[in-house]
């Protein structure tokens, strides 16, 4: 008999792995409650990590084990109910599952011959997400990485549509001697806005911010200003749903009014805020939204699907298409009826995040999305009234969506060595494992900012937390 090929080999191999994944998954999947948010020891643990590419190797068993072994001892748990750092979401039963089908399938939506299932899921998911959003049904999506590519997406469209508004075709001959693309907003605008403006040409130094205090609410007599000052020159709007440090919102609705006015594109990126539509008790925050040119939000946020899930909506499908033109003579002619993902966003290279999100919105419904969303809300009014009624606990603003801004203060101390006891703490909290959560600023002062946005969460989580708060404090 020959030698055994590698194609026999792995069949082997794999045959057995999936036996011991599936006790493994099942494990990891169920004590995702139980385990620490970031485990304490992980920089010790991960000292000697670095080793020479092996010959042989050790197998995929033995590099499986080795790699749960890490993930248990220096690994982060932003799945379970006491991630509150930066906004992140769990993931729902079912877009778990599809997920873990997406892989398992090697799903891969660049186009529709691709995988058939996974484009028109896509397609079906964002029309759902439209109507969740009130976003005009005839406006085109795409599903990203997450906000920053999404916000790549609408931006990109936007600076078309800018360079078009010159006569000039910037996806062909660049920005190179047009003239500067006035950005107007506020001084909520996001780093991943930033990050964008900087890579398409822009500039992060050319954004025209109108803020009326250190905490950069929008000045609006300044930004009404502003857009007269451009005298019917086209112009990029930024509007900004959901501020990462309080949740707080640009005023979606009269920016947008004041902004239809003129000559101007008119972009709101509400990462995590779009979701203020799915309940009565917020959906105020944006109302005005189906007036604007785009909109983006993400699924790993609110939506609860793994990461990394993000979406771009954009008015005009053609704005989309010939930023990102992308064609060969071995590729599909773009056919709207089937269309060709990878060609209207900057990733050729997709895989079906569309499983989850389809799966999720397809197991629960509007109804479940409102569910989880107001379960959040009452998570971040019920810990805004402990900060509130907790001795050394500071309220540093009322909370207008899911996140709660405080502060450690025990009383005798000016502001400024609050904001150092605070970035202390703040480090001893992550350094403790118990829950991760960072500290940011409002203004000039240090504050904790914990979002709520995981359906795990639970009421005896924020108030363990709280205590942990104290006991660090006190240390």
Excluded at 125 to 147: H, Q, R, Y
Excluded at 156 to 173: C, I, K, M, P, Y
Excluded at 228 to 251: H, M, Q, R, S
Excluded at 309 to 314: L, T
């Amino acid at each position: 008999m020959g030698q055994r090929g590698l194609g026999e080999e792995f069949r082997d191999e794999l045959d057995a792995l999936v036996e011991s994944l599936a006790a493994n998954l099942t494990d990891v999947i169920r004590r995702t409650d139980e385990r620490l948010a970031l485990q304490p020891n992980a920089e010790q643990v991960l000292q000697n990590f670095k080793e020479p590419l092996p010959l042989e190797g050790c197998g995929a068993q033995a590099a499986i084990d080795r790699l749960i072994e890490l993930n248990e001892t220096a690994g982060g748990n932003t799945a379970g109910p006491k991630a509150f750092h930066f906004v992140i979401g769990g993931s729902t039963p079912a877009a778990l599952a599809a997920d873990l089908l997406a892989t398992a399938y090697d799903a891969i939506t660049y186009t529709w011959v691709l995988s058939p299932a996974g484009v028109e899921m896509e397609m079906q998911a964002l029309d759902w997400l439209k109507e969740i959003f009130e976003l005009p049904p005839e406006w085109s999506g795409v599903m990203v990485t997450g906000a920053t590519m999404a916000n790549f997406v609408c931006l990109a469209a936007g600076r078309q549509w800018w360079g078009e508004q010159h006569g000039l075709d910037v996806s062909e001959t660049g920005l190179s001697g047009a003239p500067q693309m006035p950005v107007l907003t506020s001084g909520f605008i996001h780093a991943s806005t930033l990050k964008v403006l900087a890579v398409q040409g822009v500039g992060r130094g050319n954004i025209q911010r109108f803020e009326k205090d250190d905490f950069g609410r929008l000045d609006l007599n300044a930004f009404a200003a502003g857009l007269e000052a451009l005298n019917g020159e086209p112009a990029l709007v930024i509007v900004n749903a959901g501020e990462v440090n309080a949740g707080e919102f640009d005023p979606v609705k009269e920016m947008i009014e004041l902004s239809r006015q003129h000559n101007c594109w008119v972009h709101v990126d509400g990462a995590f805020g779009l979701f203020a539509k799915v309940s009565p008790r917020t959906a105020h925050f944006v109302e005005g939204i189906e007036k604007a040119d785009s909109a983006t939000v993400d699924g790993h946020k609110w939506l609860n699907v793994p990461y990394d899930s993000g979406y771009a909506f954009v008015r005009d499908y053609g704005l989309m298409a010939r930023a990102f033109r992308y064609s060969a003579d071995y590729l599909p002619e773009e056919n709207s009826a089937r269309p060709t993902f990878g060609a209207i966003g900057p990733e050729s290279s997709r895989r079906a995040r569309s499983f989850a999100v389809w799966a999720t919105l397809k197991a629960y419904g509007r109804r479940g999305q409102q569910r989880l969303v107001e379960h959040c809300l009452d998570i971040a009014v019920y810990f805004a009234e402990r900060v509130r009624t907790t001795e050394h606990l500071e309220l540093m603003n009322d909370p207008k969506l899911n996140i709660v801004a405080f502060r450690y203060n025990p009383g005798g101390m000016s502001d400024e060595q609050l904001d150092e006891l605070n970035e202390n703490l703040g480090a001893r909290v992550i350094a403790d494992g118990r829950f991760l959560v960072g500290t940011s600023k409002i203004g000039a002062r240090t504050i904790f900012r914990p979002a709520f946005s995981n359906w795990r969460t639970r009421q005896e989580d924020v108030d363990e937390f709280a205590a942990v708060i104290l006991e660090l404090g006190q240390t």
